[in-house]
């Protein structure tokens, strides 16, 4: 069982509840409560004053919210299910308050890729075919063996999310159309910062050995050049749970011992006691540490969280310089 099966099987145990708390909830228009959700209120829009009510947004993770606010701006209310950068994303349990927050949405937003399992079941229980739905792995046509799951890492697919939105957006509330179109293109064009330091760091650092505990930020390290020296099994292996192969852990500290690579990428959210002897390793053999996150840290945008990183990581090829937190 892979660690998303996990996550299953948590909100499994625990979707009897969630399903009642959904029949008591009823399915009329509320304005979603957050729980477990420290982001959500600074992520929330209360929506513009007069009589038209915000539209209602759920999604899944907070980077996905934020950009929806972020487009939408005062004309949807939205509420980020999973945004704590001090827990680990991948053992969250739905609540009742999370079930009522979807039955009222008229859009949801989620990653797809087994990532968030949870959204489909409850989806099910609260069925609403007025309801709009962006999955992103549907959205960029990635098949169900995509091994990983970490779609917001990749540069391309913000845009994409991002013109879905205002489609979606749009079709709930067209007299607002031209609004969205322009938050999208301000948003589109806020990202080129990020992009040019992808390329400088590319054009500066090209094929530059480094190593991570699991595949979260890999598809930023391939914008970026680098080159992930860590076995894929091993990655593979910490993102679902399970234990890595030995002669994987062998060649895992071999890159730090031997000094094999310039930088180590540590997952700030999903660690145990292998990570943390890697984190050690690191330190005691003056590799530069970059901690990374699966969801967007408190004071940030998506964009500004993306560049942040990029930069850490150019700062420590460059200076020998280690950011292991972001906030």
């Not at 076995?231 to 292996?237: C, D, G, K, L, N």
């Amino acid at each position: 069982m892979n660690i998303r099966g996990k996550q299953i099987a948590i909100v499994g145990g625990t979707l009897g509840l969630v399903l009642a708390g959904i029949v008591g909830c009823g399915t009329a228009q509320s304005t979603p409560s957050q729980t477990n959700n420290t982001d959500a209120a600074s992520q929330k829009n209360t929506g513009s004053a007069g009589n038209t009510s915000p539209i209602q947004v759920v999604a899944a993770e907070n980077e996905y919210g934020n950009v929806v606010s972020q487009i939408g701006g005062k004309y949807v209310d939205v509420t980020s299910i999973m945004s704590d950068p001090n827990t680990d994303p991948h053992t969250y349990e739905a609540s009742p308050q999370t079930a009522k927050a979807i039955a009222g949405a008229q859009l949801l937003i989620q990653n797809g890729l087994g990532y968030d399992d949870f959204m489909g079941k409850l989806e099910s229980a609260s069925p609403n075919a007025n309801r709009k739905v962006i999955d992103v792995q549907t959205l960029l046509g990635l098949p169900d063996s995509t091994p990983n799951p970490h779609l917001w890492y990749k540069p391309t697919t913000m845009p994409q999310v991002a013109k879905a939105i205002v489609k979606d957006l749009s079709a709930i509330d067209p007299a607002q159309a031209s609004y969205f179109q322009d938050n999208e293109q301000k948003f589109e064009q806020s990202l080129q910062p990020w992009y040019k330091e992808l390329a400088a760091v590319k054009k500066e650092f090209p094929n530059a050995p480094v190593a991570t505990t699991e595949p979260v930020c890999d598809y930023m390290l391939e914008a970026s050049g680098m080159k992930n020296m860590t076995p894929w099994a091993f990655q593979a292996a910490v993102m679902n749970g399970t234990d890595p192969a030995p002669q994987d852990v062998t060649l895992q500290k071999n890159l730090f011992t031997q000094h094999k690579i310039k930088v180590f990428l540590y997952n700030q959210q999903v660690t145990d006691t292998l990570t943390t002897t890697l984190l050690n390793l690191a330190k005691q053999n003056d590799i530069p540490v970059v901690g990374v996150y699966e969801t967007m840290p408190s004071g940030h945008t998506y964009q500004s969280w993306m560049l942040d990183e990029v930069q850490d990581l150019q700062n420590a090829l460059k200076n020998h310089v280690s950011t292991e937190t972001l906030s």
